[in-house]
């Protein structure tokens, strides 16, 4: 079980009624009966007053219990499932509007979050964040009562934080810190309280953005990083936001390039850093453009130029080849016959599209690659092909599908340089090499590659 459902379940089974029967005086924590003989004064010890239970033999499995005993449940059920457990949330009367504890409210909130009920999911983290109101509020105070002075490191502060403690513990030894007059260390641990709750802020963005409301996103991105400036998901969340919504604001638009900038400077390790640059840099040439629409255009005025010299290969290509999918045969492609015919003309295209990639023509070698993948999803030179045609042209998939390739075959991106390279291309094989390089750091033929970039 994950940890937010595991959560979840002991919110659920923290707000359910007592299983007691009516009139049962309530037991205190520690003082159950022994599981094994029932004797008081013990470990698990009857309450005081309760009275004498006789000793008796194990009652056998399957045996009745005796009349107004609570159900007893069985040790050997698996817990239940996500969608029985939102299933026994759904059914429980008042649970939404019942007051909870910021712990609590969170944890509803992530199992419903991770399970695609954004709605639900919005009014749980809402009520988590209403709880930790307070301690936001106390954290920049407290910050802004320190001035230019840095927060002190977690060991020096010494919170005395363990794990699984509750917000509101967390807090209450914050407010003692700051009356005692150590508004550093409280300054501090008032920072480290929040991180669950920064998370609770990020899983707010992206179930606003989820439910269409962009503007009430982008607040809850940036109360993260009002926060905590150098937050990486933060970061990025907020300016791929601004990139996406922004495309005419060059002033927002620049702020999004400063975010992603500010990601690959604090996270330059960070998985989210190589998009981070690839963003930083197309919108670089979106401002210089005068922004989005106005660099759509150069881009498509450049593609139909690069189109138009390469009609005459295009109008060349077999007319047993391949043709470009359409919707309606995408369902058909997996029960495709493969002939030799087939696996001829697919292997062409490739060849082609290598051809296109030497030369420049990357909308030319795309339209290729994309006949193919389809055809073999496991072929290490189309996928390789592809990602370069897409970082070629700039596309917003480009970094992600780039990734994917490097993921599932970097040996292949590698000898695609090579083709290029014996094509006449050194300048792209140079610089497929050099993102290669850069994009994954433990390469295993990190030697030879280098060597060719040196010569």
Known sequence: MSLSLALATAALLAAEPSPLPPGHPTIP????????????????????????????APVAPGAPLPQGHPPVSDANKLPPSAEELMKQLDSTEGLREREKTFEIASSLGKLYYTNGRNAEALSYLAQAQAQSDGVRTRFLALKKKLGKTPLLSLSEANCGFTPGQTLDAMDAAVQARAKSGDTAGAATCARASLEPVLDVELLR??????????????????????????????????????????????????????????????????????????????????????????????????????????????????????????????????????????????????????????????????ANYTRVVPFQPENGRAKAGMAWALVGLGRPMGARVWS?????????????????????????????????????PNYPNKAALQAKLSQ
């Open 29 to 56: 924590p520690g003082t159950q009966a022994s599981p094994t003989t029932g004797a008081p004064g013990a470990a698990g010890a009857l309450p005081e007053g309760h009275p004498t239970m006789p000793a008796s």
């Open 205 to 366: 963005g992206n179930a606003l953005y989820l439910q269409g409301d962009s503007v009430a996103s982008l607040k809850a991105y940036a109360r993260v990083l009002e926060v905590e400036p150098r937050h990486a998901e933060g970061l990025f969340s907020h300016a791929s936001l601004l990139f996406e919504t922004q495309g005419e604001n060059l002033p927002a638009l620049k702020s999004a390039r400063e975010g992603f900038d500010a990601l690959v400077a604090a996270h330059p390790q960070s998985p989210r850093a190589p998009m981070a640059r690839e963003l930083s840099q197309r919108i670089e040439e979106t401002v210089k453009a005068g922004g989005r629409q106005k660099w759509l255009a150069s881009r498509a005025e450049d593609r139909r130029v690069r189109l138009s010299q390469g009609q005459a290969q295009a109008a060349a290509l077999p007319s047993d080849a391949p043709r470009p999918l359409t919707p309606e045969m995408v369902d058909a492609v997996k029960n495709t016959e493969r002939t030799p015919e087939l696996e001829a003309g697919l292997a062409k295209l490739v060849d082609e599209g290598e051809e296109h990639l030497a030369r420049g023509r990357y909308q030319e070698a795309l």
């Open 404 to 440: 994917v390739a490097l993921q599932g075959d970097a040996g292949a991106v590698e000898k695609l340089g090579d083709t290029l390279l014996a094509k006449g291309d050194a300048k792209g094989a140079k610089a497929l090499w050099e993102k290669l390089s850069q994009d994954v």
